[in-house]
């Protein structure tokens, strides 16, 4: 078989256990096939990945192995892709049954195509049961500003600080503030940028239980000050999620509902990251009480199969440019393998027992973690909902002074020392796990970061 190694010890793989450590981390294995993947990959993945140089070989439920027979928490899902964990036989079962049978012809029609729209449609309102389907995050959201302007005709796009939309030129013009898009100008014209509702660090210098998200009436003003009046569309993710997980208060989203009502505008929302069950609700728009007019939907909805989507009106949707023949095809979109794996995730979410454990066992995380905020200086803010989570580390908790990068690469392989796993690199900590995380494996977690806390702050201590 293809990327089979020597057998390691396989007895004990408890997807419900907690973490066990044959090895240093990294292993021998890893270290071995670290460097010869490194020889022939770029050095442009993941801080988290060049930091721990592990190399996993397989998963179930929220753990994961390493090539050493180590045994990790995964507390970041796999970037916030396997929400149902990993290697759901179901999920497994249906993609083996589907190459089996067509691996894949275009943007043809399947029955796991019409399986897959059937069983998204009822989870979502009547004005979003239109889908058209991509691969990649980045590339919905490109083709879900083609939609924007070709239904209203505009040509202006408002988006938000420390806002995360992907690594295509026209996705990254979007983004506000993040250095990884240093560089690469100029940008797309006619995006327009404004504040974002970060209550911890509030633009307009106020504290939630007065401000009347003043933030919000801000976009107001970049319309009317910095717009040419041809608004296109409002793109926004109801938590922000890569940028800082910072929930938006309802009230923020329903302004930005009425500024898309009033200036015939698309109100956009990007729940790549935090669709399918990820905040609590299966959408998060769902607590909002706010109805988007596109949806961006992706990572979580195949279970780690690569799927994306947009999901809007059919008069959106089938408006010209956009919607003539060919306008929407994409060589891999909806190709039947992610089809099939996602009727498979939908089939498994339906009854809603996975989104009930994800909401109660990522309340008792939440809890979890505000208790470590009471005894460690570092954590600046604790905030999230459902399995986004997140800390914020800081230097100083006075001046909110964010905490240097090896701060942060400290924290992250101290928890990987102890057998958890996470995939940021900043001093926002994002704590992702599973929705299938047992409250006993999220407790164990929470302790090992109180452990591994402990011991960045010891050495910052000593100098």
């Known amino acids: 078989m293809i990327g089979a190694e020597p057998d ?18 990294p292993g021998p294995r890893s270290q071995e096939l670290w460097a010869r993947d490194a020889a022939h990959h770029a050095s442009n993945s993941s801080p988290a990945a060049q930091w721990l140089r ?21 507390f970041s899902s796999g970037a916030v892709v396997a929400n149902l964990g990993h290697a759901p036989p179901a999920v497994a079962a249906a993609l083996a049954e589907e190459a089996g049978r067509l691996l894949h012809y275009f943007d043809f029609a399947t029955p796991a195509r019409t399986a897959f729209f059937e069983a998204l449609a009822p989870t979502l309102p009547e004005p979003l049961r239109t889908f058209q389907m991509y691969s990649t995050g980045s590339e919905a959201v490109e083709a879900a500003l083609r939609l924007a302007k070709s239904y209203t ?27 990884l898009k240093r560089g690469y100008g100029p940008f797309a014209p006619g995006v327009l940028h404004s504040v974002n509702a970060n209550c911890y660090r509030c633009p307009v210098g106020l504290t939630p239980d007065g401000c009347e998200v003043a933030c919000a009436g801000l976009v107001d003003r970049v319309y009317e000050q910095s717009s040419e009046q041809r608004l296109a569309a409002v793109i926004v993710e109801p938590v922000q999620g890569v940028g800082g997980v910072i929930p938006f208060p309802p009230e923020f989203l329903a302004h930005l ?6 200036t015939g505008a698309l109100l956009i929302f990007d729940e790549i990251l935090t669709g399918v069950g990820r905040t609590g609700p299966m959408w998060a728009f769902e607590s909002s009480g706010v109805v988007p007019d596109v949806l961006i939907a992706g990572k979580g909805l195949a279970c780690g199969y ?21 306008a929407g ?14 009727v498979a995730t939908l089939g498994l979410l339906a009854d809603g027992a996975i989104l009930e454990n994800g909401r109660r066992v990522g309340a008792v995380l939440l809890g979890a973690l505000r208790q470590l905020a009471e005894r460690h200086p570092l954590i600046g803010d604790v905030r999230g909902r459902g399995m986004l989570l997140a800390l914020e580390l800081v230097s100083d908790r006075a001046t909110k002074t964010p905490a240097a990068p090896e ?16 995939a940021g690199g900043g001093p926002i900590v994002r704590i992702t796990p599973p929705l299938v995380m047992s409250e006993r494996q999220a407790l164990a977690g929470a302790a090992l970061l109180d452990d591994a806390l402990a011991e960045v702050e010891a050495s910052l201590a000593s100098g």
């Open 329 to 342: 095809a994409s060589t891999f979109a909806s190709g039947n393998l992610a089809c099939a794996a996602g």
């Open 257 to 262: 509902r009425r500024l898309c009502d009033r």
């Open 153 to 179: 005709k505009g040509y202006e796009v408002i988006s938000f600080h420390q806002a995360w939309h992907g690594r295509t030129l026209g996705s990254m013009s979007l983004m506000g503030g993040f250095p």
């Open 54 to 74: 592990l190399v996993l070989r397989d998963g179930q439920g929220a753990v994961v192995r390493d090539v050493d027979g180590n045994l990790f928490l995964d």
């Open 8 to 25: 390691v010890e396989t007895d004990g793989f408890d997807p419900q256990g907690a973490p066990r450590l044959l090895t240093e981390v």
């Open 407 to 422: 701060i942060a690469r400290g924290l992250l392989m101290a928890l990987a020392a102890r057998g958890v796993l996470l």
């Open 306 to 326: 690569p799927v994306s989507l947009i999901a809007s009106r059919r008069e959106v949707l089938d408006s010209l440019p956009f919607g003539q023949p060919g």
